[in-house]
């Protein structure tokens, strides 16, 4: 189990993407996702607009830094949903790759009895609540040091999500979420890095 209370860093650190929503875009990123299509993303200053489709909203994602029992630095991903119209059976979050590929990260298949503000351990290594109107999940941990992106701090570097979601009516909603990550945000990980005893 980890120690989620040696938490380190979250990105500028978690990113709260409902503050973009009152700034004007300023440049476009393309990304392929998933059956090869490019998807365009607006981004701002403060980094992307939080997706939305009218029944739910992404509203926070970042990237967590922590050290676990083992004394290793390991980074997860943060998502809140928040639920706007239908309520969710199924929630599915993949990374999407370079290749377009998506990578599952977070499967959460939840019902009415594990509502609470207590956290659950899912089986893939995630942890998530289910509130209200929000869904909060935290991915399983992974080893910092491993981290491609890591290797080049001089250069922004783009995560996109797919977040999948099945209402309990029945209907679907596929969002994708872009987030940015900027070489100051890199060097301050380096630095923590290595202040952290091995």
Not at 15 to 33: E, K
Not at 58 to 65: F, K, Q, S, Y
Not at 113 to 129: E, F, M, T, V
Not at 175 to 185: C, F, I, K, T
Request: charged share 20%; hydrophobic share 40%.
């Amino acid at each position: 189990m980890n120690n989620w209370r040696k938490c380190f860093a979250v990105l500028a650190l978690v990113v709260s993407l409902s503050a973009c929503q009152s700034v004007l875009p300023n440049r476009q990123l393309d990304f392929q996702v998933d059956g090869g299509a490019v998807k365009s993303f607006q981004m701002t200053e403060r980094g992307a607009l939080p997706a939305s489709d009218g029944t739910y909203h992404v509203e926070n994602l970042g990237l967590m830094l922590y050290q676990a029992d083992n004394g290793q630095l390991e980074y997860a991903w943060n998502f809140v949903v928040n639920v706007e119209k239908k309520a969710p059976s199924h929630i599915q979050v993949s990374q999407v790759l370079n290749d377009g590929t998506a990578q599952a990260l977070i499967t959460d298949e939840f019902l009415s009895d594990k509502r609470g503000d207590a956290w659950r351990n899912l089986d893939d290594g995630s942890r998530s609540q289910v509130l209200a109107q929000r869904w909060h999940a935290v991915s399983k941990g992974k080893n910092m040091a491993q981290v491609a992106w890591l290797n080049q701090p001089e250069t922004e570097t783009m995560f996109v999500f797919k977040i999948e979601i099945q209402a309990q009516d029945g209907s679907r909603s596929v969002l994708y979420q872009p987030m940015v990550l900027a070489p100051d945000s890199k060097q301050q990980y380096l630095k923590l890095m290595a202040q952290i005893p091995s």
